[in-house]
C-alpha cells in the first residue's frame, strides 16, 4: 500500500521561506505525476503546484507561480515545495497526493502558518 508523509511546515513570517519535503512509498512514486495541494480554513483543497513523473514538467497555480518550486529526487523517492516570499493567504495545510489526486494517499499534510 502506498503511502505519503509531508513534513518541514512550520510559523514562519511575512517574506520568509520554507521547503515541504513529502516521501512516498509502496511504489507511487516511479510512475506517477505528482503535486502539491493545500488546504486553508473554509476553503475547498486546491492544487498549487504539479510534477510530470519524469520531472520535465511542471505547472503552478497563479497564486505561487514565481514564487514557488516543486521538484522531485528520484533516488530519494521525495517531492519537495520550495516556497520563498510567503504571504498570509498562503497558510494553510499543504498535501502532496499523485496527479490526478488518488483518496486513499492522503496524509495528515504539514501546516504552514504565515504571520503578517
Known amino acids: 500500500q502506498g503511502q505519503l508523509v509531508e513534513s518541514g511546515g512550520g510559523l514562519v513570517q511575512a517574506g520568509d521561506s520554507l521547503r515541504l519535503s513529502c516521501a512516498a512509498s509502496g511504489g507511487i512514486f516511479p510512475i506517477s505525476s505528482m503535486g502539491w495541494y493545500r488546504q486553508a480554513p473554509g476553503n475547498q483543497r486546491e492544487l498549487v503546484a504539479r510534477?510530470?513523473?519524469?520531472?520535465?514538467?511542471?505547472n503552478y497555480a497563479d497564486s505561487v507561480k514565481g514564487r514557488f518550486t516543486i521538484s522531485r529526487d528520484s533516488a530519494k523517492n521525495t517531492v519537495y515545495l520550495q516556497m520563498h516570499s510567503l504571504k498570509p493567504e498562503d497558510t494553510a495545510v499543504y498535501y502532496c497526493?499523485?496527479?490526478?489526486?488518488?483518496?486513499?494517499?492522503w496524509g495528515q499534510g504539514t501546516q504552514v502558518t504565515v504571520s503578517t
Open positions: 510534477i510530470s513523473s519524469g520531472g520535465d514538467r511542471t
Open positions: 497526493n499523485t496527479h490526478p489526486s488518488i483518496d486513499e494517499y
